[in-house]
């Protein structure tokens, strides 16, 4: 069993940055794979970043690209999202997800929902303008 727990949303004006962090327990951190996903009012969730086990491979959704940036401290058992330059459609609840699939990194499947076999209870992104 994996404990997800997602902090740092908040409400930001455009153009401001923020850094989301999720703790996780219960399970060799390192052994992971970890997403972030959002679901803004009346859409679906929606994939927004991905990163390896090691950390050495990330994976990102193009509306975020060159903007967002995902890391992960393996010694504090914690994964970040970076969120910079950030506009009125990054309002979302933004959930973070734990895969604990032992394979290779594959961007395609790391951007699927799926895959993922534990989930966060979300952490709110509001950007006013």
């Known amino acids: 069993q994996v404990q997800l727990v997602e902090s740092g949303g908040g409400l930001v004006q455009v153009g401001a940055s923020l850094r989301l962090s999720c703790a996780a327990s219960g399970r060799t951190f390192s052994s992971l794979t970890m997403g972030w996903f959002r679901q803004a009012p009346r859409t679906e969730r929606e994939f927004v970043a991905a990163i390896s086990r090691s950390g050495g491979s990330t994976y990102y959704a193009d509306s975020v690209k060159g903007r967002f940036t995902i890391s992960r401290d393996n010694a504090k058992n914690t994964v970040y999202l970076q969120m910079n330059s950030l506009n009125a459609e990054d309002t979302a609840v933004y959930y973070c997800?734990?895969?604990?699939?032992?394979?290779?990194?594959?961007?395609?499947?790391?951007?699927?929902?799926?895959?993922?076999?534990?989930w966060g209870q979300g952490t709110q992104v509001t950007v006013s303008s």
């Open positions: 997800a734990a895969d604990t699939f032992s394979g290779v990194f594959i961007p395609a499947i790391a951007g699927q929902q799926g895959p993922y076999d534990y």
